[in-house]
């Protein structure tokens, strides 16, 4: 793999990392409680798939896209 794609993986899991962080805090949760609820219901994929436009979106408009997508699976907080 070269250095470029390393690059923009590390950023993709930086920015994830950020969100899973950040939607534990707007829902009181554990990190934990927050990476397994975004994995069950598509949080983390819609991040990983969306990467280059919603890095750059309003993490707050991130963070209700991310619990209106999971609600759409059957996530209820």
């Known amino acids: 793999m070269n250095s470029k794609k390393l690059e923009k993986a590390a950023d993709v899991i930086d920015y ?4 899973i962080n950040d939607f534990a805090e707007k829902h009181n949760l554990s990190m ?5 609820y975004l994995y ?3 949080g ?12 750059v979106e ?6 209700d896209s991310l619990q209106r997508i999971c609600e759409r699976e ?3 907080l």
Not at 44 to 55: I, K, N, P, T
């Open 32 to 36: 934990r409680q927050s990476f397994d």
């Open 74 to 76: 059957g996530g209820n």
């Open 44 to 55: 983390l994929a819609f991040l990983d798939r969306h990467y280059a436009v919603e890095h």
């Open 58 to 63: 309003n993490p707050l408009i991130t963070l």
């Open 16 to 19: 994830i990392a950020f969100m």
């Open 40 to 42: 069950k219901y598509g």
